[in-house]
């Protein structure tokens, strides 16, 4: 069995303790079967016989990520995993030879393939052997080992789970041994699931190293790098670097979660041969800091220490403040901490290799507690969430001395602010850089999408460990001067070449740069004079999902109040509206039937509130603007200005309701958008369609750099920030 | 009847990289269901955990050596003498008053961290064994005799920490005193509901003299497995709570659970915040208990202690029982070793209440009407009215594949409604995720009622005051011709065994 990712015992020769390996190749277990936690079982009642069996091993081919096969080996364990048993169902194996539970944290680790990503558990049978205890059958359930994460599905994986249980310090005097192994190799309930299926155990091992044997994911975490923030009195709060070429070089954390990958947004910066420091900001006390860089590019963080505990020349692992081994304490400068409260202390700085090539390494900030596995402690009691540990992976660019810059656009030219062509043209790394604007006649600009980085003219952003070549950052025409000058930030001017984009437009296309922005994704452009203008687009309205009604001037009372009736959707102008306005100063309704010169408002206070349409100039003390916000896959409204005094059904009519909950969850507060009319206004003399600068430097786009317009399911960037799509 | 097959064509469903070449091949079963009941959403209580369920509401009784010290944690190196009530104490004095508030049931504190034992136990001298007169008193054997005599449940609360004894911290502790203990107390009644564990653990203490700190990992110490083994040998229906693993702490002791609150539960969690709510789709069936304190002072008996209003227990009631969980509350007795007056009085007080206010099911003369009903097995049906038969083994349910359901309930005058209740048939998990309530008061206009509170859970039993507010709950009521009742999401098809309007 090939180990790929091995702890720093391993390698100094503290080689792990097996006390149980099952093989399946070998005669090294007694017999198989299946067993059920739940009581009422019907594999325990004898209705149903479980299927297991020992089986020739046909998922022996190489992985492409490992470069090798995960399971080379002949034999492998089968098992049916069956709907109508319990959600801790699994194949139990008893053992040749039993093993003594101790107090010390144990590790089992089965190799499992399976077709659903889910949590694996392994459950030990067994029983105390005092002589008091001789009426017990072998069958108490002594632990529970459950994976902290799912186990993904479809390949070979390494799951890894921890027991321990009572045990004299005397062991002459007996105490609990474990009889037989339950893998059970998915627990959740199977109430759902169309079929059984199969799945495949093999090369079951506890020892006392709690790291996987190998692992094929790129980069791993021990725990669900989307979870929110473990704990609220201990966290991190920001990493850095000091030492490196750029100053300052830090990044302040959002404190709402564990893992945060900040791979296409932070990039410190640094030289072959330098000696850096990580810096770490954290909440609380008692932790220690690992930091590693990738400089093998491999997809995994190794560790690898000499005699004396510090990184060699293979070690991914460049800087640790404590480690403990045996008793001894160790830190990667060769020293011995006096304690572990270390996380208030400068982290150990390192020196990166003096013929490093330039280039992106991926590296990876954590805080743990005295594990030096980069995924983050696993030990039941000691995790990394448990102790308020987390971790932040940014890339570190290792570099020269210059930066070449180049341009690309289409009706137009990006020019250096002294206004040269970028001909071969190079700059200093790391040193803000002036660009200006140099649109063809007829057009005008809405900013620059600038790529950075390596390898910036390839059309695959990331390479195939989920690194970027380059990163991507857009920049607003609002930001640039009167003379379309902008200074891009240092920060941009990394890597070996920066590639700018000009986004050239027709002139009449240009956003007025005054134009207040408008984040409603509905709105349409004011109406002028009394006619809608182009790209005025119109909807049906519905309140709190299918149960109140729609918005139309079809449901009113004699004195035009609005109604929401448990209606059909509407077919004419009537059910048709159109929202315009911006974030600043609210946004307002119209209806179609009823025209442009009208608009919505409402008077009263909550139940007696009465919203209706009124015309330019007649509205009184209605109020006509209102703020949106995002309700459960529609919009509230609230009146400008307020906190949640919103848009509610209170049967029949539309009025308001003052609560929180009116904001939040109130299906009464909830409307939905059906697109009715895509163009209601028409091009009219000296007005034009308003394109929002947002609308485009909002758009999605794939891995690879490609502008999305309906994006499925996915991994996307949007903003500079990856964003999976569910 | 439902016969459900499963073809071997499932390999297709399995990944290629398992179906190609594979020697095994998945074997064709089928589980005759002759009454076509749901299939269960795992993990499922146990039986003794559903008995426990039904206990729902029971009294703690912390009486002992620090009644007489004034502690609410006694060191440990208290003299024996120093218990000494002035009267028997009287167990079923205790019973009695509680079953009045509505307690089906209670759990004697018979050890607590001091160690001092209210049983004559063989496994230390710090005990009642060598005390006379009242003090010799068995609390246990006594405990154990009322509550049988009053169709009461019992149990026992005995402290895995022990600051008397010499042994604690010591690997014998737990096997020559922890675990006999135990056993002792198992041999007062087969028929124990509840093993109470805290969950406080090593400190400071007398340890026999050593007077120094001593701390455990709980983890493996108190082996709570075999633990668990020996007592169940004895007492089959006897959940282990707290450290035990059968029942969890809410998380809090200011007696509520989370408005949304799960049965199933995720041991490793650490957060007191998510053990109040429970965890959907965890592995393990850890209902919550609450415990609280009756009274405003100690969990001991404190000289001066208030009891409080009926109103203020109410409230802890509707927030507990009435939100997935149970309630144990907290009914200290005095130095005579009898509940005092105003405990007694106050007990009765809250019983009036809860009967008045949640006495008189409206839902018995209503008519229902349910969006679906499961179709019947051999034996079996699931009309609507299973949810009104005050039969806890029948429930109403819809068909595989419809998760959402509504159930409307109709009454030619209208009547004044404040609560209503319902309750899943656990037995097969817990599946509701989401509901709502609504009422007419003319048969046509429905509006929605109780929209603060987050109507999402049910589980074992769920009561919502109509107007949004436990604290004042009861209220002028609403006029309802009409309650409807819509299931909005749900795991599974839903299921309910019982609902009640009040």
């Given at each position: 069995m090939k180990k790929y990712f091995l702890s720093a015992l391993m390698l100094m020769g503290i080689t792990a303790t097996a006390q149980t390996s099952i093989t399946f190749d070998a005669d090294d277990f007694e017999s198989i079967s299946v067993y059920d936690s739940w009581e009422q079982s019907p594999f325990r009642k004898g209705q149903l016989e479980g299927n297991v069996k020992v089986v020739s091993n046909h998922l022996n081919q190489v992985d492409e990520v490992l470069g090798e096969a995960p399971n080379a080996t002949g034999k492998m364990l089968a098992f049916q995993r069956s709907r109508y048993a319990g959600n801790l169902y699994g194949a139990r194996i008893n053992l040749k030879k039993p093993f003594r539970l101790t107090k010390e944290r144990k590790y089992v680790h089965v190799m499992i393939n399976k077709p659903v990503e889910s949590r694996v558990m392994v459950i030990g049978l067994g029983k105390r052997t005092e002589e008091a205890w001789q009426w017990q059958d072998g069958e108490t359930e002594q632990f529970m080992a459950v994976t902290n994460i799912s186990v993904a599905a479809d390949g070979w994986v390494d799951a890894v789970a921890s027991f321990n249980g009572f045990s004299y310090e005397d062991t002459s005097k007996g105490g609990i041994e474990i009889h037989s192994l339950v893998v059970v190799p998915d627990v959740r309930s199977a109430h759902a699931d169309a079929a059984d299926f199969a799945c495949y155990i093999d090369e079951i091992l506890v020892d006392n190293n709690g790291a996987p044997r190998f692992s094929t994911e790129k980069y791993a975490v021990n725990f669900d790098r989307e979870s929110g923030k473990a704990r609220t009195d201990r966290y991190m709060t920001s990493v850095g670097l000091t030492g490196g070429t750029l100053t300052p070089q830090s990044a302040k954390l959002s404190e709402d979660h564990n893992y945060y990958d900040l791979t296409t947004t932070t990039v410190f910066s640094a030289k072959a041969g330098q000696t850096i420091t990580p810096t770490y900001g954290y909440a609380g006390t008692w932790m220690h800091t690992f930091t590693y860089v990738d400089f093998g590019c491999d997809g995994k963080f190794s560790v690898d220490l000499g005699s004396d505990f510090r990184p060699t020349a293979k070690s991914d692992l460049v800087s640790y403040q404590f480690l403990e081994v045996d008793g001894a304490k160790h830190n990667s400068t060769g020293g011995t901490p006096a304690n572990g409260n270390l996380i208030g202390q400068a982290s150990p700085a390192f020196t990166l290799p003096a013929d490093l090539a330039n280039g992106f390494y991926r590296m990876r900030y954590k805080v743990d507690w005295n594990e030096t596995d980069a995924a983050g402690c696993q030990n039941a009691g000691n995790t990394i969430l448990g102790n308020g540990g987390g971790i932040v992976d940014v890339m570190l660019d290792v570099h020269g001395d210059k930066v070449k810059v180049s341009q690309g656009a289409l009706n137009g030219e990006v020019l250096a602010g002294d206004g040269a062509h970028f001909d071969n043209y190079t700059t200093n790394y790391g040193q803000p850089f002036k660009i200006k604007m140099d649109p063809a006649d007829g057009f005008g600009h809405i900013g620059v999408r600038v790529k950075y980085g390596y390898n910036v003219s390839s059309p695959e952003q990331f390479d195939k460990n989920g690194n970027p070549h380059y990163l991507v950052r857009e920049i607003s025409?609002?930001?640039?001067?009167?003379?379309?000058c902008y200074t891009l930030p240092a920060e941009i001017m990394v890597g070996e070449e920066v590639y700018i984009e000009g986004l050239f437009v027709e002139s009449k296309n240009v956003p007025d740069p005054n134009a207040k922005e408008a984040s409603f994704p509905h709105v349409s452009p004011e109406p002028k004079a009394g006619k809608w203008v182009v790209g005025t687009k119109s909807y049906y309205i519905q309140n709190g999902g299918s149960q109140n009604g729609w918005m139309s001037t079809d449901y009113a009372d004699g004195g035009g109040n609005l109604q929401l009736t448990n209606a059909t959707q509407p077919e004419n102008e009537a059910g048709e509206w159109v929202v315009c306005g911006n974030d600043e100063d609210g946004y307002s309704f119209y209806n179609v039937a009823a025209g442009a010169t009208k608009v919505l408002g409402v008077t009263g206070s909550e139940a007696g509130a009465r919203a209706k349409l009124y015309a330019y100039g007649q509205e009184g003390s209605a109020v006509t603007t209102f703020d949106f916000a995002e309700s459960a896959g529609g919009y509230s409204f609230r009146l400008h200005g307020t906190t949640n005094n919103c848009l509610n059904f209170r049967s029949p009519y539309l009025a308001l309701w003052a609560h929180a909950n009116a904001l939040s969850s109130d299906a009464g507060s909830r409307f939905t958008f059906f697109e009715a009319n895509e163009e209601l206004g028409k091009e009219t003399e000296g007005l034009c369609m308003q394109p929002t600068v947002s609308s485009t430097l909002s758009a999605t786009y794939d891995l690879q750099g490609r502008r999305l317009q309906s994006p499925a399911r996915g991994l996307y960037m949007q903003d500079r920030h990856k964003l999976l799509k569910k | 009847m439902r016969q459900t097959l499963l073809s071997i064509g499932l390999a297709a469903v399995c990944s290629a990289q398992l179906s190609a070449q594979s020697e095994f091949t998945l074997k064709t079963q089928t589980l005759t269901d002759p009454e076509n009941q749901p299939l269960a959403v795992h993990p499922v209580p146990s039986e003794r955990q559903l008995l426990w369920n039904e206990t729902e509401f029971y009294a703690f009784f912390h009486y002992g050596m620090n009644t007489f010290t004034n502690k609410e944690w006694g060191y440990g190196d208290e003299a024996e003498t120093i218990y000494a009530p002035t009267q028997q104490p009287n167990p079923k004095q205790w019973l009695e008053s509680v079953k009045a508030a509505g307690m089906k049931g209670g759990i004697a504190v018979v050890k607590h961290h001091d160690g001092f034992c209210l049983w004559p136990t063989e496994t230390t001298t710090h005990s009642i064994k060598n005390l006379s007169g009242n003090a010799s008193y068995n609390i246990a054997e006594g405990f154990a005799n009322a509550a049988r005599e009053l169709g009461m449940k019992y149990g026992f609360y005995v402290s895995p920490w022990d600051r008397n004894s010499a042994h604690y911290g010591k690997d014998n502790y737990v096997t020559d005193v922890f675990l006999e203990q135990c056993a002792e107390l198992s041999k007062y009644g087969d028929d124990q509901f509840e093993m109470w564990f805290d969950g406080a653990n090593g400190d400071d203490g007398y340890y026999g003299g050593a007077r120094e700190v001593r701390r455990v990992d709980a983890s493996y110490y108190y082996d709570i497995p075999n633990l668990r083994d020996r007592v169940h040998r004895i007492c089959k229906n006897c959940v282990m709570w707290g450290v035990g693993g059968e029942a969890r702490w809410i998380g809090n002791e200011q007696g509520y659970a989370g408005e949304t609150n799960w049965g199933t539960f995720d041991p490793a969690v650490e957060s007191n915040a998510i053990r109040q709510t429970g965890v959907e789709g965890g592995w393990q069936w850890q209902p919550g208990e609450s415990d609280a304190k009756a009274t405003d002072a100690g969990w001991f008996w404190h000289s001066g202690e208030s009891f409080k209003s009926a109103e203020t227990l109410f409230k802890m009631y509707l927030e507990t029982v009435g939100r997935n969980a149970t309630l144990i509350l907290n009914c200290p007795p005095d130095k005579t070793g009898s509940l005092p007056a105003a405990t007694v009085n106050g007990l009765k007080e809250l019983g009036n209440l809860i009967n008045t206010r949640l006495g008189s099911d409206l839902a018995k003369t209503a008519k229902i009407e349910v969006s679906e009903t499961r179709t019947s097995g051999a034996t079996r049906t699931y009309a609507a009215a299973n949810m009104t038969d005050g039969n806890k083994e029948t429930y109403w349910a819809t068909n595989d594949g419809t998760n959402q359901a509504t159930i409307t309930l109709t009454w030619d005058q209208a009547q004044t409604v404040r609560y209503v209740q319902m309750m899943e048939n656990i037995r097969l998990g817990q599946r509701i995720q989401d509901f709502k309530i609504e009422y007419t008061t003319d048969g046509n206009t429905w509006k929605e009622l109780a929209k603060n509170i987050q109507t999402t859970t049910v589980g074992y039993k769920r009561i919502i005051p109509l107007n949004g507010n436990t604290s004042s709950s009861y209220g002028s009521g609403y006029q309802a011709k009409g309650l409807r009742i819509t299931i909005e999401k749900s795991i599974s098809c839903p299921t309910l065994s019982n609902l009640s309007v009040f």
């Open positions: 025409y609002k930001l640039f001067d009167e003379d379309n | -």
